[in-house]
């Protein structure tokens, strides 16, 4: 597998053999081990001297189930951290079928706009003026007019042309539409820095792999496959009901974000939920069930069809619902389908979205529970009306703008769908993780041993769940696969996919390596970039706000959350 | 006596007609505990992350019932 160099300025692209010393690294690893070797951590993220890296995980190009994960990287224009953020779809699975395990797009072409067409050993960059200022389903739509169907595409809409710190970048899924995102920390603006509108992927042939023993390989595939559909959430609960299955419970626990984080619990819960969603797709020709990449035997995802029956959005998942949904105190799903798709479009994070709209409906910009008001504010960030281009700059910064005292984010990133006074677990997470708040990175709503009000044994639920995803992030497979994991058994399997893929000695100390390395160098980059232990904190308001219904606050000490991924 | 039972995600599946927001109602002899309701719809009680009785979390699948009782009933679910 190649690694693809594109030079913006000199307008150049160069394939390249990684060599030994890169044949361990992937996804997640892999950024964090380009990041810290060639970029400098105080560089202006949307300066040139930032580099964006889209990878595929170690286990690209198998059959291993979900194995076509994309990474996404660069220094984080919203954060000022090192940043990676994953995405389902089917640019990873191209990738890996045009021999590539990384694009690292370098330097900037600034106020111009290109594609890159790429190909099996070949890559182009292409005047792209006629696509600029375009959103991501009509610019997929007419590059899959001039490039043929069966492309896969990764691009940026408005939001990143715009240098929006809370801008995705979007890929497009196994229908071809652009609703997948690497979301988080504003990756979009760091490509629109670049001048790169949209990387165009062939679809190309099966890929190319060397195995150390193919059978053994494919013997512990077919285990981990059986493991998965086993599990009563990746087996039952994932392909019945998606992601939005957990509005209901998380709400029974008192941990659904609600009207900017001022209750864990929301009255309209279950016109909201996954339950609701699924009955209402039925209804309407959706559908649940649906796999988001070629391979994956357990398909979260969604086809969402508005009132009429005609596609709305797809990839529609509970962070979307909850943080735009009870958050903002929306109860209605279409009202937050339409959000979700306008956000794929223009290319913002709707988790960022989510939290912004609701503090500025604390602001008294407009009222809880205002879809309209949310469409207006949405159409002044496309616009790009001066305050659209605060909202733009994520929640942080329009909390401050606003002077809003309750901000619910860490490190500049907003938090997840889950409050953590009420899932301390994953409040940890959110604390320590070198990505800001990001529930991807190790999120305890499966923990049965320590109760998530519960304030003792946090820090190692959370360290233990954040190299476990960290590791997985450098695998390439989507966390949902991971539940399994729980039965060592599974684990096993695991190890021996990499045994017989890359050969060696390999053991569940070397796999989970993986991730320790992982975040060792990413929290190596954060300090080199001015982070301390005190940005590892969560916002102040959480600690002394009791949430109701539980009356929980954050209560673990900071000498305790010091303590959380020693490495 | 009559008892509540709400379900959620894949439990609740099972009912093609479940009532939203009623939940089912089920007639139990007095005495009758949450396991006992849980085995009335043979949901087996190691299937189950979390039970809500009168929206409060419970462990205690042995606590009595009383007449009126909402019970929540959660499998195992997951993802975000
Ligand atoms: S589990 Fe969901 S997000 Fe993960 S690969 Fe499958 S469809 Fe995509």
Known sequence: MKFLRVDMSAQTVKFEEPGEAYKLYGGRGLIAKILTEEVDPACDPLGPQNKLIICTGLLAGTSAPTSGRLSVGGKSPLTGTIKEANAGGTAGWMMSRLGLRAIIVENAAPGKCFILKVGSGTAQLLPGEAYAGLNNYELVARLQQAFGEKIGVISIGGAGERGYRNSTVQITNTEGYPSRAAARGGLGAVMGSKGLKAIVLEPGAAPVVTYHDREKFNSAVKSYVQGIKAHPVSGEAMPALGTAVLINIVNAMGALPTRNFSSGSFEGAEAISGERLAQLQAERGGKNGHACQPGCPIGCSNIYKDEKGEYLTSGFEYETIALNGANCGIASLDAIARIDRLCDDFGLDTMETGTTIAVCMEAGRIPFGDEKGVMALLQEMSDGTEFGKVLGQGTAATGKYLGVQRIPTVKGQSIAAYDPRALKGTGVTYATSPMGADHTCGNSILEQNVAPTQKEGQVEVSTNLQVGMATFDSLGLCIFSGFCTADPANIGHLVDMLASRFGGAWDVNKLFSIGIDTLAMEKKFNAAAGFSKTDNRLPRFMLTEPLPPSNSVFDIPDEELDKAIPF | ?80
């Open chain 2, 1 to 80: 006596m009559q008892v509540y039972v709400k379900l959620y995600a894949t439990f609740r599946l099972k009912y093609k007609d479940y009532d939203v927001p009623g939940g089912i109602c089920l007639e139990l002899p007095p005495g009758s505990t949450i396991a006992d309701a849980m085995q009335a719809l043979e949901i087996q009680p190691e299937k189950v992350s979390l039970l809500r009785k009168n929206e409060v979390i419970t462990k205690d699948i042995h606590a009595a019932l009383a007449e009126g009782d909402v019970l929540e009933v959660f499998p195992y679910v997951g993802g975000g």
